[in-house]
């Protein structure tokens, strides 16, 4: 391999340090405040990547995981006293454990059952977060002890920055190393055909479980780090609004690719943000951004020359001659393109 | 039935249900060493069943499967095919996004301990039974043609090492030219000794003649003979009477 194709192979990861670098240099509070927390939710999305883009499984759960991290970490060093490290570390261990115990009946499910039964459980731990007074009910928990190295504390906004990215960075290299091993491939058959990938010889619920606790793991460390920086948790940080945020920016990431998870955390986060002022029409703006970037997806550009070209193309008149001649025409045409 | 050193697999009156529908119903029959069991029927005659309970994808209700003398009956599809049991699933199953080598990989990582052959001699073998793999290795296998699909998951499944293997309708959508092709290479694995239950809807190319053709009629018998397979004319009085051909 040239040197130049070895650049253009690790073209993602230098982009994405060169424009960490830029936000970081740039010392705009506003800019290192939201790349803060498109990385936290990046982390969320690489983990959602692996159960989905990889393994091929559907759940809705991710934010009752995210709620775990953060719950777990507020609770054990608000009224445990313990540190936050070790609350951390609690935290993503729980996590695993919760979603091996709960994964093992669940996803023996398919399909909608799956996701509607992961959605029950991603709803179930936020009417929990609502309901129980030791965890703050709806009002939730502030002041929480932040994660710290002598007077460093990770809640102030650069050191906040740099240990977002550098657990964004681990866990794409997880996901990275993941994806090409053995156990990557059993994930990707069984994302496929369960079938196909059981009569080569992968377990398949074993190692849905092991996606799914991976996944919920690196939902905990988001969960976590996110409570860390803001130094609150509440059951609002995990309603259903936000499981299906997380779901777009995984699809305008797209599956498969930790790097699109901060491009879609990005847009989703920020986006709005950069729109707020403009009032009634701030809506419209996102949707449209939305349509223009799913459209643009490698994957669906099909569709956007579709689109296009039917825009392009005058409508047949109703009723009038040959219509019907002209409509074969253009249906035959559609599915030559195709 | 009486104890052989010949038998490779023994069906032993197998009952296989989805609730209250039996989709496969008493069935019994043997697979020899080195022979090959060809078993036709309609939609809905309990073939994709049938085959999926030999490859431990799906529990059966009632019945026996012995793998040599080894009860298998209860062992997973996953831990199967590293006894000796692969299957070439409906549809090919190979798996888009991974090339013509993983997909091999696999394979060949699914033979466990009973792996005999390092992964360059399977591909080699691989290749030679079905050269245009060769030219496709590293392409992500859902460039393949149909025909080519076919060819991977059968090759896929050779790559486990298996004493016996199953395939679930491998014309499937595939040309004429193509179906030739794969049945011709099974006619040549088949002269090797590697026993085989193949499943079919209707007629196919066959090289050789079938060790036993069995005839499957919603999930029951309705037709087995050794050394002979039913022609069309025979298969149609068969599918639509339900009865013995004459």
């Known amino acids: 391999m040239t040197a130049g194709k070895r650049l253009l192979a690790w073209w993602k990861p230098i982009l994405t340090v060169l424009v960490a670098a830029a936000v970081l240099f740039s010392g705009s509070s506003f800019w290192i405040y939201n790349a803060t927390i498109v990385a936290i939710y990046a982390i969320a999305i690489v983990g959602l990547n692996i159960l989905v883009g990889l393994a091929g499984q559907v759940s809705f759960a991710q934010t009752g995981f995210m709620a775990v991290g953060g719950y777990v970490l507020a609770i054990f060093t608000v009224s445990f006293h313990w540190d936050p490290w070790l609350a951390l570390l609690l935290a993503v261990a729980g996590a695993g454990i919760v979603a ?9 499910l398919r399909g909608h059952y799956l996701t509607m039964a992961t959605f029950a459980l991603g709803m179930g731990v936020y009417a929990l977060a609502t309901g129980a007074n030791f965890m703050g009910g709806a009002v939730g928990i502030s002041a929480i002890p932040p994660l710290a190295i002598g007077p460093v504390s990770f809640a102030s906004p650069v050191p906040a920055f740099l240990l977002a990215f550098g657990l964004f960075a681990l866990s794409t290299a997880l996901f990275s190393v993941l994806r090409n091993s053995p156990v990557g491939r059993g994930w990707r058959a069984l994302s496929v055909r369960e079938d196909a990938a059981a009569s080569i010889g992968v377990p398949s619920l074993r190692y849905k479980i092991a996606a799914f606790a991976l996944s919920a793991m690196l939902g905990a460390v988001s969960g976590a780090l996110y409570v860390n920086f803001t130094t609150y948790v509440g059951p609002d940080l995990y309603s259903s609004t936000i499981i299906v945020n997380l779901f777009l920016m995984l699809f305008i990431g797209g599956l498969e690719s930790p790097y699109g998870s901060l491009v879609g955390a990005a847009v989703v986060l920020v986006i709005p943000e950069l729109i707020s002022g403009l009032a009634n029409i701030e809506g419209l703006i996102f949707d449209m951004v939305l349509l223009a970037v799913i459209i643009l997806r490698p994957e669906n ?3 956007g020359r579709r ?21 074969g025409e253009s249906a035959g045409n559609e599915r030559g393109r195709g | 039935m009486e104890d052989s050193v010949d038998v490779l697999m023994r069906i032993e009156n197998m009952t296989v249900a989805y609730g209250p529908i039996v989709a496969v119903e008493n069935l019994s029959f043997d697979v020899p060493q080195g022979g090959m069991v060809l078993v036709l029927g309609p939609n809905g005659a309990g073939k994709t069943t049938l085959v999926s309970a030999l490859s431990g994808l799906i529990s059966s209700r009632a019945g026996r499967v012995l793998l040599g003398r080894r009860d298998v009956t209860r062992i997973p599809a996953f831990r199967r095919v590293g006894q000796g049991v692969a299957l070439v699933p409906e549809g090919r199953g190979t798996l888009p996004g991974l090339s013509v080598r993983e997909n091999l990989y696999l394979g060949w990582r699914a033979a466990g301990a009973r792996q005999t052959r390092t992964f360059g001699e399977t591909v080699a073998e691989a290749v030679d039974l079905f050269p245009r793999l060769g030219e496709r290795m590293n392409q992500d296998c859902q460039t393949l043609s149909g025909g080519e699909m076919q060819m991977l998951a059968i090759a896929r499944a050779l790559a486990s090492r298996p004493q016996v293997l199953l395939l679930d309708e491998p014309s499937l959508g595939l040309a004429p030219q193509a179906v030739a092709r794969v049945y011709e290479a099974l006619g040549q694995l088949n002269a090797r000794g590697m026993a085989m239950v193949v499943v079919e809807q209707k007629a196919v190319p066959l090289t050789i003649v079938p ?21 069309d004319g025979e298969l149609a009085e068969l599918y639509l009477g339900g009865g013995t051909p004459s």
Do not use: K, M
């Open chain 2, 211 to 231: 060790s036993l053709t069995v005839v499957l009629q919603r999930g029951r018998v309705v037709y087995a003979r050794g050394g002979h397979r039913p022609n």
């Open chain 1, 301 to 303: 550009r099909t569709l």
């Open chain 1, 100 to 108: 091996a115990l709960f994964g093992w009946p669940l996803l023996r």
């Open chain 1, 307 to 327: 689109i296009v070209s039917s825009i392009r193309q005058p409508s047949p008149v109703i009723g009038s001659g040959g219509s019907a001649e002209a409509a």
